[in-house]
């Protein structure tokens, strides 16, 4: 890419070299170069895994303005880095969490391991679970076996970043241990409500014991 200054990523050669040596330097930069050449990796790469390269253009303008955005919406949010599955149990009343754990059968694309037996441990404390708990896993069978007892399931069909066929589409399920219904007409997004791109979920499933 360096040396074709043609080339289709939609960044000027000087670019290119710009954030080469943002990315092959980073390890002496302050952390906010650090961070936004790994906001700019991240939009630029194939599934967000900064491990790839899977876009044709990219407007770097607009990406630093969404980051002035995240920074004003997260400013009264408190960021912890902890065990995801103790943070559930943590959960009390009055509280939300949201939980995005690896699917069943790609595990594989994670680097942390998650076993069949964390996605039991994952289940139980979700029982337990004293808030409100948010849940997205795969549309499969291994997902409704774990939930359908105790549990409202939504379908939700997405676009599939990881598919390179164009138009491909990723079933996937919300599972909730409360009913969100009166609230799905609100703002469901990080930032402001965006009609264009609302996905539908349609509820499939109501636990028996609620």
Known sequence: ILDDPDNPCGFSLEQIQEIHRILTERDGLFDVQRAAAFLISAYGCYNGNIKSFGIQTVNVEAIIQRAQ?????????????????????????????????PYFKTEKCYDVVFTPEQHLDLRERARNCKGN???????????????????????????????????????????????????????????????????ELVLINTPKTH
């Open 69 to 101: 955005e995240a920074s004003a919406r997260l400013q009264s949010i408190v960021l912890e880095n902890q065990d995801g599955l103790g943070f559930i149990t943590r959960c009390g009343k009055g509280q939300t969490v949201y939980a995005d754990p």
């Open 133 to 199: 708990l948010i849940l997205s896993y795969g549309n499969c069978p291994q997902a409704w076996e774990l939930y359908k007892e105790n549990f409202f399931l939504f379908s939700l069909v997405r676009n599939n970043p990881m598919s390179q066929t164009s138009g491909a589409t990723y079933e996937e399920l919300i599972i909730t241990n409360y009913d969100p219904r009166p609230y799905m007409n609100t703002q469901l997004n990080l930032f402001a409500p965006t009609p264009k791109t609302k996905w």
